[in-house]
């Protein structure tokens, strides 16, 4: 067992530092921290990151992308500012679940542009009716010529309001046992366009999150990916890996926080004595310094396993479950640390402490992981 990163990916980590302090951080600290960014910096970012290989980063380089192991991406989501990393997420697990299930024409057509970061994808599968149960999919798609006709809503999209590609789960009806034939079919906007709007929330504002309405939208029989009723497998795959890096943006925000924290509690004092020298302040910082080795490690095993072709549902759960929640109590507790201060716009604390809240959601609730432990250590299914 070796706890330490090897060479390559020290130096990966290294440059994604260096890429962040000089290209990254000082576009996201000239907008509005309450406002989703215009696509055209968001565009500017994903060319600024390209080097780094995020975009492709699942897709092997025979077939244009970067062929990073798993490890190696979650290095780059524990050092790119969470925002941006929820965007490139939700762009690059689109782009290898077309890389896994799309026809060589497919490929050809969508790929490049996606891998290069000059288009923007998401894939919308969540609906009004439709969360932690993607099989009731109820946005429909009906053959009509050489179309389907898509019909329903997506809500809670990652680059929503943005992307110029969209993986849409849709329903092509069900079959003779009464399944639900949830399918997916590549949607190019400006071939089939169709609205969207922003919804705004409490953490991660600089990220475009959002709603998409499919009216009579037609989309070419060329666009449909994979087999009728195959689209949990395609999502279910690219999840267990989403799984541990949405933990890994948690360990971004534990890290700068618990860092503050203690920089903070060296430099104030109360009672005659630097707040670090108080040793409830030494527990809250203990348990948010255990808190990120936890998390950190859960999150890696889960990559390491995936890089070795173990389909880990338990530790991809476990490592969302024990860092997304980590996250939420470790900014917090820096908020407590700091005070009053804390509470304050003027400290990047309560920030964090939203980001945070925002990751125990997607790709699995904290209770829907519950139960996927639950289901592998017992074998019986509390959710079918
Ligand atoms: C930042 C962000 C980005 C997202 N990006 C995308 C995206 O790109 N594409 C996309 O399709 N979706 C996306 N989503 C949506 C996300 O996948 C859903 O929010 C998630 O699956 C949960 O669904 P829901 O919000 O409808 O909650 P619900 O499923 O309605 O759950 C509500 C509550 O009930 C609990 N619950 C539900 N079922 C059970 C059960 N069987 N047992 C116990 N408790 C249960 C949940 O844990 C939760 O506490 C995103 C969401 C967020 C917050």
């Known amino acids: 067992m070796d706890f330490e990163w090897n060479d390559t990916e020290r130096m990966l980590a290294e440059t994604a530092k260096r890429v962040v302090a000089r290209d990254v951080e000082p576009v996201l600290a ?44 979650g290095i780059l989501n524990e050092t790119l500012p969470p925002v941006l990393a929820f965007s490139l997420l939700g762009h690059e697990s689109t782009t290898k679940r077309i890389q896994m299930g799309g026809t060589p024409e497919q490929k050809a057509r969508f790929l490049p542009d996606l891998i290069a970061g000059k288009k923007l994808a998401g894939t919308a599968a969540s609906e009004p009716n439709v969360g932690s149960d993607p099989r009731g999919i109820e946005t429909t798609a009906v053959a009509d010529g050489g179309h389907y006709v898509l019909n329903g809503t997506k809500l809670w999209i990652s680059n929503g309001p943005i992307l110029d590609v969209t993986m849409v789960v849709a329903s092509l009806g069900r079959d003779a046992s009464g399944r639900n034939l949830i399918s997916r079919f590549l949607v190019d906007r400006e071939e089939s366009p169709f609205e969207s709007r922003e919804i705004p929330t409490i953490g991660l504002q600089q990220g475009p999150l959002g709603e998409l309405h499919f009216r009579d939208c ?22 267990l890996a989403n799984r541990p890096n949405i933990g890994l943006f948690g360990v971004h925000l534990m890290q700068k926080a618990l860092d503050t924290s203690i920089a903070h509690t060296k430099q104030r004092s109360q009672f005659g004595s630097p707040l670090a020298r108080f040793q409830l302040v030494q527990e809250m910082l203990a348990e948010m310094s255990t808190s990120i080795d936890a998390s950190r490690l859960l999150c890696y095993r889960a990559l390491a396993l995936l890089d070795r072709g173990v389909w ?73």
């Open 218 to 239: 037609r989309v070419p029989k060329a666009n449909m990916i994979g087999e009728a009723g195959d689209a949990h497998h395609s999502l279910t795959f690219t999840w």
């Open 312 to 384: 880990c549902h338990r530790e991809s759960s476990v490592a969302k479950l024990f860092a997304t929640e980590a996250a939420v109590r470790v900014t917090n507790l820096a908020i407590q640390v700091h005070g009053a201060y804390g509470l304050t716009k003027e400290a990047p604390l309560e920030s964090w402490a939203r980001d945070a809240r925002m990751l125990t959601i997607p790709d699995g609730t904290t209770q829907i992981h519950q139960l996927i432990i639950g289901r592998e250590l017992v074998g019986l299914r509390a959710f079918s």
């Open 30 to 73: 000239k907008h509005p921290p309450d406002r989703a960014l215009p696509k055209s910096v968001m565009l500017d970012l994903y060319r600024a990151i390209a080097d780094l290989g995020y975009t492709g980063a699942r897709i092997p380089e025979a077939e244009g992308g970067s062929g990073l192991s798993y490890v190696m991406l």
